[in-house]
């Protein structure tokens, strides 16, 4: 069997067959990532690919040969003016602020507070029996500071709640660690 041309293949596109809309993609594809890429704004690079809109664009265009007529004279005036379009309105789609670019954080920058950074649930159990094993052996005085801390209040807030000066509160709390501490190694136990 010779060349197909490509109104052949329009043609055998509108009766349904799959295998002449594979046979033109695969034409075509090529030039119109290139030509998507050529038109993408730069600052969306990183968050559209350009294999999306040309999906996107194979997606109008066979509907449009499908209920109109499209010749192949204008198949790749047709393709070029579809990325364009497809191209605006996903430089449209970032700025509205759905995907919006400028609110990305570049590779390596990423913030503490995803999940690879913050402990497991096993890691906070872990935490939480000990905290309380360790309240257990406390004064009152020593127990407060603890809580303060283990609900993250700074220490110049605590010293403020105790009326004593930053570091004697610090030195309070380290000394009751080390103690605590102590009594844990002479028991036998790891904390």
Same mark, same amino acid.
């Given at each position: 069997m010779g060349e197909v041309t490509i109104q052949e293949l329009l043609d055998r596109i509108r009766l349904g067959e799959n295998e002449a809309a594979k046979e033109l993609v695969r034409i075509y594809e090529d030039n119109l990532k290139r030509m998507i890429r050529v038109q993408m704004n730069r600052a969306i690079q990183s968050t559209v690919d350009a294999s999306d809109i040309c999906q996107e664009v194979w997606v109008d265009f066979f509907q449009r040969v499908k209920h109109e007529s499209v010749t192949a004279e204008a198949v790749g005036a047709l393709l070029r003016r579809m990325a364009r379009s497809k191209s605006i309105d996903s430089t449209r789609h970032a700025a509205a602020g759905r995907r919006d670019?400028?609110?990305? =954080?570049? =590779?390596?920058s990423e913030p503490d507070n995803l999940p690879a950074n913050q402990e497991s649930p096993s890691q906070i159990a872990h935490f939480n029996e000990m905290f309380v094993r360790i309240i257990d052996m406390l004064t009152p005085e020593q127990r407060q500071i603890g809580e303060w801390r283990r609900d993250k209040m700074s220490w110049p807030e605590i010293a403020k709640?105790?009326?004593?000066?930053?570091? %004697? =509160?610090?030195?309070?709390?380290?000394? %009751?660690?080390?103690? =605590?501490?102590?009594?844990?190694?002479?028991?036998?136990n790891s904390l």
């Amino acid at each position: 069997m010779g060349e197909v041309t490509i109104q052949e293949l329009l043609d055998r596109i509108r009766l349904g067959e799959n295998e002449a809309a594979k046979e033109l993609v695969r034409i075509y594809e090529d030039n119109l990532k290139r030509m998507i890429r050529v038109q993408m704004n730069r600052a969306i690079q990183s968050t559209v690919d350009a294999s999306d809109i040309c999906q996107e664009v194979w997606v109008d265009f066979f509907q449009r040969v499908k209920h109109e007529s499209v010749t192949a004279e204008a198949v790749g005036a047709l393709l070029r003016r579809m990325a364009r379009s497809k191209s605006i309105d996903s430089t449209r789609h970032a700025a509205a602020g759905r995907r919006d670019h400028r609110r990305n =954080v570049p =590779v390596g920058s990423e913030p503490d507070n995803l999940p690879a950074n913050q402990e497991s649930p096993s890691q906070i159990a872990h935490f939480n029996e000990m905290f309380v094993r360790i309240i257990d052996m406390l004064t009152p005085e020593q127990r407060q500071i603890g809580e303060w801390r283990r609900d993250k209040m700074s220490w110049p807030e605590i010293a403020k709640r105790m009326n004593e000066d930053i570091w %004697t =509160v610090k030195r309070l709390f380290e000394k %009751t660690v080390e103690q =605590v501490i102590a009594r844990q190694r002479l028991r036998g136990n790891s904390l």
